[in-house]
């Protein structure tokens, strides 16, 4: 049974503001967080994924706010993760108005926040969100990709497929696979890296880095991605989710 691709637009927060730049670094302002959603909900995005890169203790309560006031702007399921770290960050971010809650850092430290996760609220609720590089200097796995941590600057020695198949036998509902070498950079989805992770999991996938032209998207679903995420291309006016959907749907993939 084949299940209809999705588009994600991300929107990259810090301080109150979407910020984006290439693999992390050189991050320009992008925009208000609330007024891009409503546009690309307007533009016919399946879902949104609002990401606070500074997750600071001192942010919490503005971007709190700022997801409260996203979510009663967007009749689309809104995606939240950054500096989530317990079962109670979780609590209040869906209070707040998020629909489900990505993961990261948190449970690389400690696996079991994600049954934990899971367990309380349901799978469907959470995403892990998976840093991954291509290994560098003397770091080999058995994939040749690390998970990596701190916006793909700090590696783990962590095989990325590896990790990403246990997050799905621990209760992760979906995996954002994003490739940290790839981020920014509008060259395309690392379509290897999506192979090999497929090949592992069962959960939908949700490609992300890379990509610069309509048929990437197309590439990345092709390569198994059940939904497909995008920052700078629509941020900055390439490409409006309308003609990444047409793109897919002319190259006979299901859309939403």
Not at 144 to 159: C, N, S
Not at 209 to 228: E, K, L, P, S
């Amino acid at each position: 049974m084949s299940v209809a691709v999705r588009v994600i637009p991300c929107l990259d927060v810090a301080d109150g503001r979407v910020v984006k730049g290439v693999n992390f670094r050189g991050l320009r302002d992008a925009g208000d967080p609330v007024e891009l959603a409503r546009r690309y909900d307007a533009e016919g995005a399946d879902e949104i994924t609002f990401l606070d890169v500074s997750a600071s203790a001192e942010a919490r309560a503005t971007t709190m706010e700022v997801v409260s006031r996203t979510a009663e702007q967007v009749f689309v399921p809104l995606t939240v993760g950054g500096g989530v770290r317990s079962v109670e960050d979780v609590s209040r971010l869906l209070k707040a108005g998020a629909d489900k809650v990505g993961v990261n850092t948190a449970a690389i430290a400690r696996p079991e926040l994600i049954s934990e996760i899971a367990e309380r609220f349901g799978r469907q609720v959470l995403v892990l969100s998976v840093d991954a590089r291509r290994c560098q200097g003397e770091t080999v796995t058995p994939s040749g990709y690390e998970v990596t941590t701190h916006g793909g600057r700090t590696g783990t020695g962590i095989d990325a497929v590896e990790w990403a198949a246990r997050g799905a036998e621990l209760g992760a509902g979906e995996i954002l696979l994003n490739s940290m070498d790839a981020d920014g950079t509008t060259g395309g989805f690392d379509l290897q890296m999506l192979d090999d992770v497929r090949s592992r999991v069962n959960v939908p996938l949700i490609a992300s880095g890379g990509a610069g032209t309509a048929a990437h998207f197309t590439q990345a679903a092709q390569h198994g991605a059940d939904a497909v995420l995008a920052a700078s291309v629509f941020h900055f006016g390439t490409l409006t989710v309308g003609q990444v959907k047409d793109e897919m749907r002319a190259a006979g993939l299901e859309i939403r």
